[in-house]
Nanobody
Framework: QVQLVESGGGSVQAGGSLRLSCAAS????????MGWFRRAPGKEREFVSA???????SYADSVKSRFTISQDRAKNTLYLQMESLKPEDTAMYYCAADSSILRLWRGGASRWGQGTQVTVSS
């Protein structure tokens, strides 16, 4: 089973950028649809972005054109490049993996990382 460890979170001002990483071990990420979710204080966890095993990508409307998901299969790592950050992007960000892209989109992934905090100040 794949294990996931996120990194790259931090505190930035509005308009800034961050790149999150999700290092996988135990299995190759090429076998799994993978994605990013976030949970803001007092809110439900929400879908941010996903990349299927064929390389196709999907984004929440709130981050489309600002965030880019990618993966480096040689490094077995998933990334989320975040640009033009807004205070409303403040949340704990989680990496997830599952054998089903539908289950991933619905938030029912079988594997989750521990999360990395992103804080955007105005």
């Amino acid at each position: 089973q794949v294990q996931l460890v996120e990194s790259g979170g931090g505190s930035v001002q509005a308009g800034g950028s961050l790149r999150l990483s999700c290092a996988a071990s135990g299995d190759s990420i090429s076998y799994y649809p993978m994605g990013w979710f976030r949970r803001a204080p007092g809110k439900e966890r929400e879908f941010v972005s996903a990349i299927d095993s064929d390389g196709s990508t999907s984004y929440a409307d709130s981050v489309k054109s600002r965030f880019t998901i990618s993966q480096d299969r040689a490094k077995n790592t998933l990334y989320l490049q975040m640009e033009s950050l807004k205070p409303e992007d403040t949340a704990m960000y989680y990496c997830a993996a599952d054998s089903s892209i539908l289950r991933l989109w619905r938030g029912g992934a079988s594997r989750w990382g521990q999360g990395t905090q992103v804080t955007v100040s105005s």
